[in-house]
């Protein structure tokens, strides 16, 4: 059941491989939770029977199974039936080891299994049971991500279906691709698309994604952008072993992973020397192409064109005149390219371009920001020279502590609360006219 049996001097049998790294994280004994270091470890060695297959006592030849009484030499490690050891060492009071004859004192005898003990295996009283202490195997963990690993039993057949599903299965693929969340990627005016990224709509129908109360425009694809700045055509000289062949493409595709037909109406198998796309079927445009001897306007819709021939047109004479194989339609003698060379490459003008718009848009934004911390500055300073108010209402600009007379002129000064005191008039009466 072990690969590097040790024990400790009460009789815990470990394995190497599993007991160094508990105690190089616990420290302690997985079994008691006393105090454990690696150096008091002690080496046991186990024999084996003629087949490799079972330990047995290397004196007495007995196969080790569950009820057998074992104890171990603490001086040599090595394991013995205790049988063997009781009555060869014990009863003769010979105490060296039956192998190789060391002395060693009685003190030295572990017993690593007795039978009639059977407290000392209950696994459910171990220290790191009842505390439900792991050390965790990287190795293991890595198997646990396999489905396979908590099939215990399986038959053939089951075998061959699970064989024929991961071939081709790519579940965990697309699921981990939908359950992580993209980046957002930020946009400016270059790049924000006129629709937005869907998010708002998306968390308002489905519980899976993330709530978003926003709308952000989308981002456009770097390679379309670039397309827009995109105003020249391409040239580039094929060097034959037939000659020269000098070539103006069009710049609308590109290759790598195949890509969808391109068809335009301005764009037609007419003439000599057209360049177009090789394809097996529509949208599988790869990085073949092929140049046309005279018009074929059946290919049109069929094919993409992405270019033609401006000069050299005499190589393409030499080699429309190569004599093919009436069977494969391969030229007998070998037409290769051996290099190229590009003359005009629009795409580096175009991110020359993109590069001059992105630093202008970034200068815009800068201004902008300047702007409007120059004009949150003003209204601060606007705000600090306003006159101060101390109440609402009429009057909220005087302050109250200017409108307050002193008390002693309050107390001999005149009321000027009460009303002014009115003149009485003199009372006059009408008599007779002696008076006129």
């Known amino acids: 059941p072990f690969e590097y049996p040790v024990c400790t001097e009460e009789g815990i049998v470990f394995d190497l491989l599993s007991i160094v790294p508990w105690i190089k994280k616990y420290g302690t004994n997985p079994a008691t939770g006393e105090k454990l270091e690696a150096k008091s470890l002690i080496k046991l060695n186990f024999a084996k029977n003629n087949d490799g297959k079972y330990f047995h006592c290397p004196v007495l030849y007995n196969v080790f199974t569950n009820n057998s009484y074992i104890v171990a030499n603490k001086v040599t490690g090595n394991v013995f039936s205790h049988e063997a050891v009781e009555q060869l060492n014990i009863k003769t009071k010979s105490f060296k080891d039956l192998l190789t004859d060391e002395p060693f004192t009685r003190k030295d005898i572990i017993i690593l299994q007795d039978p009639t003990n059977l407290d000392k295996f209950n696994v459910s009283n171990f220290f790191h049971v009842k505390n439900n ?10 198997a646990k991500l396999d489905p396979a690993y908590h099939l215990r039993t399986t038959n053939l057949e089951t075998r061959e279906t ?3 599903l991961y071939k081709d299965y790519k579940g965990d693929q697309l699921l981990a691709s939908t359950m992580k969340e993209q980046q957002a990627k930020k946009t400016d005016k270059l790049n924000a698309a006129h629709y937005s990224t869907g998010r708002v709509s998306a968390s308002f129908t489905s519980t899976a994604m993330t709530p978003a109360t926003t709308h952000e425009a989308d981002a456009i694809a770097d390679d379309i952008v670039r397309y827009q ?8 000289r094929l060097h034959t072993n037939k000659g020269d062949l000098n ?3 069009h710049w609308e595709s590109f290759w790598g992973k195949p890509f969808k037909d391109e068809f335009r109406p301005n764009l037609s198998h007419t003439g000599r020397g057209v360049l177009s796309m090789a394809n097996s079927g529509p949208n599988t445009n790869k990085s073949q192409f092929f140049i046309t001897f ?4 059946y290919l049109d819709r069929k094919h993409t064109v992405f270019g033609r021939i401006v000069g050299g047109f005499e190589t393409l004479t030499a080699m429309e005149n190569v004599e093919s194989d009436p069977k494969t339609d391969k030229p007998k003698s070998e037409i290769k390219i051996i290099s190229a060379t590009v003359f005009v490459d629009p795409y580096e003008e175009a991110d020359a371009q993109v590069c001059i718009a992105a630093e202008r848009e970034k ?4 201004q902008e920001e300047e702007k409007q911390q120059t004009s949150i500055a003003q209204k601060k300073a606007k705000e600090e020279q306003a006159p101060k108010t101390f109440k609402a209402g009429v009057g909220k600009y005087i302050n109250p502590a200017t409108t307050k007379r002193p008390a002693a002129e309050e107390e001999n000064g005149p009321s000027t609360s009460g009303a002014v005191a009115k003149k009485s008039k003199g009372k006059t009466s009408f008599g007779d006219f002696s008076s006129w």
């Open 162 to 164: 699970l064989a024929e």
């Open 294 to 297: 005279r018009s074929c306007t």
């Open 133 to 142: 202490l792991k050390v965790l195997d990287p190795d293991e963990e890595k």
């Open 229 to 236: 700045y995109v105003k020249k055509k391409g040239y580039v």
């Open 247 to 249: 070539l103006e493409l």
């Open 363 to 366: 200068e815009l934004q800068e």
